[in-house]
T-cell receptor
Framework: DAGVIQSPRHEVTEMGQEVTLRCKPI?????LFWYRQTMMRGLELLIY????????DSGMPEDRFSAKMPNASFSTLKIQPSEPRDSAVYFC??????????FGPGTRLTVT | GQQVMQIPQYQHVQEGEDFTTYCNSS?????IQWYKQRPGGHPVFLIQ?????EVKKQKRLTFQFGEAKKNSSLHITATQTTDVGTYFC????????FGAGTRLTVKP
């Protein structure tokens, strides 16, 4: 039984480049969450979707960040242009009408 | 805005000793969740507390939600090496805020 799938697991890119992180939630789950984790700021909720619709994006740091969920089985988080301060582990999580969120393994992003 | 403070930041214990982490919110919460993250891993949901004064137990773990629904604690009895990791609380009141986490290390 596959859990939340994220790709890539690691991404190293240069400042100014576009970065796209991908997430496949658990089949049947109707809520999807994007988080960012750093040593300095801890775990931050960036945005969450319910039934593919963005509900709360107040955690998105700035206009360089955008997230989409074109269908129930796929979501992307895009950073354009990327900056060194965007380096972090980005987690995707999904849930089905319950407080329990299932986290993916994360994408470790390094921007040089 | 809502802030969630968690203490201590680190805790090192001898195997068999007890461990407690505390979470305090600047505002009244509708609910609070607890997660565990192993080193190099991802957060794993442990429990959600909703009711004022609620106490829930999972084997050696005891979770409490304060009467005012502004604070919570997680207590582990007789720690084991498998308890190693970072424990996060996440307070919910229209938006979800995670505490900074308490990193637990256990010496065998």
């Amino acid at each position: 039984d596959a859990g939340v799938i994220q790709s890539p697991r690691h991404e190293v890119t240069e400042m100014g480049q576009e970065v796209t992180l991908r997430c496949k939630p658990i089949s049947g789950h109707n809520s999807l969450f994007w988080y960012r984790q750093t040593m300095m700021r801890g775990l931050e909720l960036l945005i969450y979707f319910n039934n593919n619709v963005p509900i709360d994006d107040s955690g998105m740091p700035e206009d360089r960040f955008s997230a989409k969920m074109p269908n129930a089985s796929f979501s992307t988080l895009k950073i354009q242009p990327s900056e060194p301060r965007d380096s972090a582990v980005y987690f995707c999580a999904s849930s089905l009408g319950s407080p329990e969120q299932y986290f993916g393994p994360g994408t470790r992003l390094t921007v040089t | 805005g809502q802030q969630v403070m968690q203490i201590p930041q680190y805790q090192h214990v001898q195997e068999g000793e007890d461990f407690t982490t505390y979470c305090n919110s600047s505002t009244t919460l509708s609910n609070i969740q607890w997660y565990k993250q192993r080193p190099g891993g991802h957060p794993v949901f442990l429990i959600q507390l909703v009711k004022s004064g609620e106490v829930k137990k999972q084997k050696r773990l005891t979770f409490q939600f304060g009467e005012a629904k502004k604070n919570s604690s997680l207590h582990i009895t007789a720690t084991q090496t498998t308890d190693v990791g970072t424990y996060f609380c996440a307070g919910n009141n229209n938006d979800m805020r995670f505490g900074a986490g308490t990193r637990l290390t256990v010496k065998p």
